[in-house]
């Protein structure tokens, strides 16, 4: 056994740092201490003034000094603060499909990506397992994150200690307190989970925090505790009027203390707040677990060693108390018998449990080593065998080298054959090549003054097209929108409401007129705003009684007016705003909209409309219109809107005049939309229609008295309910649309028409100009 390998367990605590070496006894059942070490810290990790990292350092550097670590494994431990545990019960399936489903549970247990974490998993003890399928499978999930992890082990590394196991506190602690206290599990009984052993709750008290287990040998449940054995130093301070230093004497001698009972009262508050976080927590397991019997606390750490602490837990919790009195399946009395372990055995628990989880004596296994560490170890290992094998290629190329000497000889630049060598042939190649690179050179410096000289042509041609640009396009908006034929042919102006009611009005009123430059319109072109602009286009298309209408974008049939809709294709009332107008009904019903105030929001679109790219303006429209007449319900609101204001924008053509330097001439030019660089127009927000303005009502009579004294006249008023009501309602509807505009100036717009670009808008200047 002298040569045999064992495993050092190293507990890096807030206080001191433990460890202890041990290896498997001759029966197999049980464990061997061979060497232990205990440093403490000259302060508290926790203490303000103490430099954590430092201190470690300082103590790994002393362990190391003192101990051998050759040929024995390495297992570390990390405070269960630090990770989280999740017990998750699966459902009867195959055993096959476990991992599977555990990796889907990590992403759903795990707040943070599996990338940034370290993870591992277990079935734990009692499961059953039926034709191929698992039963009554509890799988226990821990992880930490990746940054945690290396700042916890950094000590270590540093010293080039390499690490086989790194394992959470609490897991460690249900190793061995499963392995020296619950024998049962090893017996091999069925786990009954109707029926459950009974369980024992194990506190382990810390410096700055405490662990709760309860296991029955079958389940774990851990829960950190805030609370710790600084925590009573800290209450002796404040009561007391202690430093530190003197307060933590003093509670670690209690017995010898002036007044113990003084002591006792300063530390009642702890005592307070340690009971009703061990009550909390039983009481949160036994909600959860209601099967379970818990019995007697079992308590670990050297805080468990506070004069009446035992006796106030076991009367406040009204269960057994008990504090461990020796690990029972741990020989080796060398080691046990040393008075510096005897007075602190009571926190080697942890590197107990490290010590059979690393001679493969644990319940549970799982370890938090990061996998670059273990392929960096397995590349480390394998060195040595690569050396060689390089020393093996060198040998056989040195020799393949030597023998083909003479041929390597025949090629050399200075040997000649025929009367000359290689060596004034590559001369006769560089003047070649010198001859060659004066042409390029001088063919770069004249392409790159013609370059200059047609930059120098746009520029000139670029400026007087830039200034009317802003006017191109109010031309353009102002020609897009509609022209009622009532108006235009009347021979007289129509202003009144009897003569043409403000809802026959075929009128767009606009009210402003706003623009906002972006440097990418991706950004503009939302999810939302494509929805909104590709629900326009579907009500642009045609109707024709005889024929299915097709929507533009998808394919799809869509219903008609007067014919039923195609299976699957849902209808709407004539007068029915589509979802995405519901949506957009209110300023606050969709945030991704900009509101009517010219202000743009970005976001990601989506795949069926490329939409707009690069740098560019959104042009915001605001007005409204009254045409929401029930004589044609199918072309008020929002459709109006679209048959008139959009499609003309989408469709139409503009006249503009064009300048032709060569005669000195202006002609008119009719030009698309999109070859403005005016695309995708979109209600973004709209509001009713609904009735929100009142006119005088042209069928207004006034009240009559109800009659004339004396005359025998009955001059009672019969007019209509509505004809006395002296204002009537007109519905409005109000609109907010916006385009993206490229600006191309006409030279470039003309140059469009002889050879097109990939994309209209693709090129041309977008930043110049100003909003007028």
């Not at 199918?634 to 469709?651: C, D, H, I, M, P």
């Not at 009142?694 to 009240?703: A, M, R, T």
């Amino acid at each position: 056994m002298a040569n045999e390998r064992g495993v050092w367990g190293i507990d890096i605590g807030q206080c001191a740092l433990k460890a202890m070496r041990c290896v498997v006894d001759d029966s197999g059942k049980g464990l061997v201490a061979k060497a232990f070490d205990y440093i403490e810290y000259p302060k508290i990790l926790s203490q303000p003034d103490a430099e954590p990292e430092l201190l470690i350092r300082e103590a790994v550097t002393q362990f190391l000094s003192r101990n051998s670590l050759r040929g024995d494994k390495v297992a570390l431990s990390v405070s269960g603060q630090s990770g989280l545990a999740r017990f998750i019960k699966l459902p009867p399936v195959e055993a096959k499909k476990i991992p599977d489903i555990v990796k889907y549970e990590a992403r759903q247990q795990i707040p943070f990506a599996l990338e940034e974490v370290v993870w591992d998993y277990q079935q734990m003890p009692g499961a059953s397992e039926e034709d191929g399928f698992a039963l009554e499978t509890e799988v226990g999930l821990f992880a930490m994150k990746r940054d945690q992890v290396f700042r916890a082990i950094k000590p270590l590394v540093d010293a080039e200690v390499e690490l086989d196991v790194i394992q959470l506190t609490p897991i460690c602690i249900y190793n061995a307190m499963a392995f020296d206290l619950l024998s049962q599990v090893e017996a091999g009984r069925d786990y009954d989970p109707d029926q459950p052993p009974e369980s024992i709750v194990i506190l382990a008290m810390g410096t700055e925090t405490s662990d709760l287990v309860i296991t029955n040998g079958y389940r774990v449940w851990q829960r950190s505790i805030p609370l710790g054995g600084s925590h009573f130093t800290k209450a002796l301070t404040k009561e007391l009027k202690l430093t530190f230093a003197k307060a933590e004497h003093l509670k670690r001698h209690a017995n010898e203390a002036e007044d113990p009972k003084a002591l006792f009262q300063a530390m009642r508050s702890v005592f307070g707040d340690l009971v009703t976080e061990i009550q909390r927590s039983l009481g949160y397991f036994q909600n959860i677990d209601r099967t379970a019997r818990v019995g007697r606390l079992v308590m670990l750490g050297n805080a468990a060693k506070l004069p009446g602490l035992k006796q106030y837990l076991t009367s406040r919790l009204e269960r057994d108390v008990v504090v461990l009195d020796a690990y029972h399946r741990l020989s080796g009395a060398p080691v046990l018998s040393t008075p510096a372990f005897a007075d602190n055995y009571l926190s080697f628990a942890v590197c107990y449990g490290l010590a059979l989880q690393g001679l493969g004596k644990g319940k549970l296994s799982t370890n938090l080593v990061p996998r670059e560490l273990i392929t960096q170890r397995m590349i480390r290992m394998k060195k040595p065998w690569v050396a060689a094998i390089a020393g093996v290629l060198m040998l056989g190329l040195a020799s393949h080298f030597f023998f083909r000497w003479d041929a390597w000889h025949a090629v050399h630049p200075a040997t000649e054959v025929r009367g000359t060598s290689w060596t004034n042939i590559f001369s006769q190649v560089d003047k070649l090549q010198q001859v060659s690179q004066g042409h390029v050179s001088t063919d770069t410096q004249q392409a790159t003054q013609l370059a200059q000289l047609n930059d120098l042509g746009e520029g000139a041609v670029g400026t007087v097209d830039g200034r009317l640009l802003w006017l191109e396009l109010f031309r353009a908006i102002n020609h897009s929108l509609p022209v009622d034929e009532k108006e235009k042919n009347a021979s007289a102006p129509l202003l009144n409401q009897t003569d043409w009611p403000l809802q026959q009005r075929k009128r767009l009123y606009i009210h402003h007129v706003e623009s906002e430059y972006f440097a990418d319109l991706a950004t503009w072109f939302t999810p939302a705003v494509k929805t909104k602009y590709v629900e326009g286009l579907r009500t642009q298309v045609p109707k024709p009684a005889d024929a299915a209408v097709v929507d533009p974008v998808t394919g799809a049939p869509l219903a008609t007016e007067g014919a039923p809709a195609p299976a699957g294709v849902a209808t709407a009332p004539p007068d029915a705003l589509t979802p995405a107008e519901s949506a957009a009904a209110s300023p606050a019903a969709d945030p991704t909209l900009p509101p009517g105030n010219g202000t743009m929001t970005g976001g990601a679109q989506g795949p069926d409309v490329a939409g707009p790219k690069g740098p560019g303006w959104v042009i915001e429209i605001g007005g409204y219109h009254f045409y929401n007449s029930a004589e044609d319900m199918s072309n008020w609101g929002a459709q109006f809107v679209r048959n008139t204001l959009l499609k003309e924008l989408e469709n139409g053509e503009v006249e503009l005049p064009v300048h032709d330097p060569q005669t000195g001439e202006t002609r008119m030019e009719s030009f698309k939309y999109k070859e403005l660089g005016i695309e995708y127009p979109t209600i973004v927000m709209q509001e009713g229609p609904k009735t929100a303005y009142n006119v005088p009502n042209p069928d207004y009579q006034p009240p009559k008295d109800e009659g004339l004294t004396g005359t025998g006249v009955d001059t009672k008023d019969s007019a209509s309910e509505d004809a006395k009501r002296y204002l009537q309602g007109v519905k409005v509807y109000q609109f907010w649309v916006q385009f993206s505009w490229t600006q191309i100036p006409v030279t470039q717009r003309l140059k469009n028409r002889i050879s097109p670009p990939a994309a209209v808008g693709a090129v041309g200047d977008t930043t110049g100009g100003t909003m007028p």
